[in-house]
T-cell receptor, first 115, second 114 residues
Framework: EAGVAQSPRYKIIEKRQSVAFWCNPI?????LYWYQQILGQGPKLLIQ????????DSQLPKDRFSAERLKGVDSTLKIQPAKLEDSAVYLC?????????????FGPGTRLTVL | AQSVTQLDSQVPVFEEAPVELRCNYS??????LFWYVQYPNQGLQLLLK??????LVKGINGFEAEFNKSQTSFHLRKPSVHISDTAEYFC????????????FGKGTRLSVIA
């Protein structure tokens, strides 16, 4: 079974530029999560999708971050414009459904460096 | 709101020695508890989880954890570590109801020394 795929693996941009990350979850997984992991900290949820609807985006900085999950499969996370403090690893995860009992499977992440 | 405290940011241990990684949580409601491992440049992998039932939970790679409700702890243990166990370990908590997110601790870096 293929795992969660993410691209690119690494990205370096200058502040005020825009960037987009892509995630392809495990086939059949209805729930998709985007996490931000700043160096030295645990992952923090940015947004959770159930199929193509948003379940929780309370911690997403909506003035600069946006995410979509068209057709309930792939997802894209965008930052526009980027700030220095956005330097982090962005992790995508998926699970069969959104219940908290269900295991989340994580992709390898995209490491973003903002200069 | 829930929170997780991992008391040690770094734990060095010699190969074949036992190890305990400590995790305490705070919550006013019942929780599920998880331990994840993150190898360099990889995503997180579930080691084990406590949902209900027996408080001693066994996971992959010889790890186990014990849920202690009175002490609000979920410490991770392994009787004999290997070099390959060198990684970052994260404790996480979620509540029983709805789609509430996982809340992670800051992580503990386990370094196994040959």
């Amino acid at each position: 079974e293929a795992g969660v795929a993410q691209s690119p693996r690494y990205k370096i941009i200058e502040k005020r530029q825009s960037v987009a990350f892509w995630c392809n979850p495990i086939s059949g997984h209805a729930t998709l999560y985007w996490y931000q992991q700043i160096l030295g900290q645990g992952p923090k949820l940015l947004i959770q999708f159930q199929n193509n609807g948003v379940v929780d985006d309370s911690q997403l900085p909506k003035d600069r971050f946006s995410a979509e999950r068209l057709k309930g499969v792939d997802s894209t996370l965008k930052i526009q414009p980027a700030k220095l403090e956005d330097s982090a690893v962005y992790l995508c995860a998926s699970s069969l459904s959104g219940g908290t009992r269900n295991e989340q499977f994580f992709g390898p992440g995209t490491r973003l460096t903002v200069l | 709101a829930q929170s997780v405290t991992q008391l040690d940011s770094q734990v060095p241990v010699f190969e074949e020695a036992p190890v305990e990684l400590r995790c305490n949580y705070s919550s006013s409601v019942s929780v599920y508890l998880f331990w994840y491992v993150q190898y360099p440049n990889q995503g997180l992998q579930l080691l084990l989880k406590y949902l209900s039932g027996s408080t001693l939970v066994k996971g992959i790679n010889g790890f186990e954890a014990e849920f202690n409700k009175s002490q609000t702890s979920f410490h991770l243990r392994k009787p004999s570590v290997h070099i390959s166990d060198t990684a970052e370990y994260f404790c996480a908590v979620s509540v029983h109801s709805g789609n509430t997110p996982l809340v992670f601790g800051k992580g503990t870096r386990l370094s196994v020394i040959a």
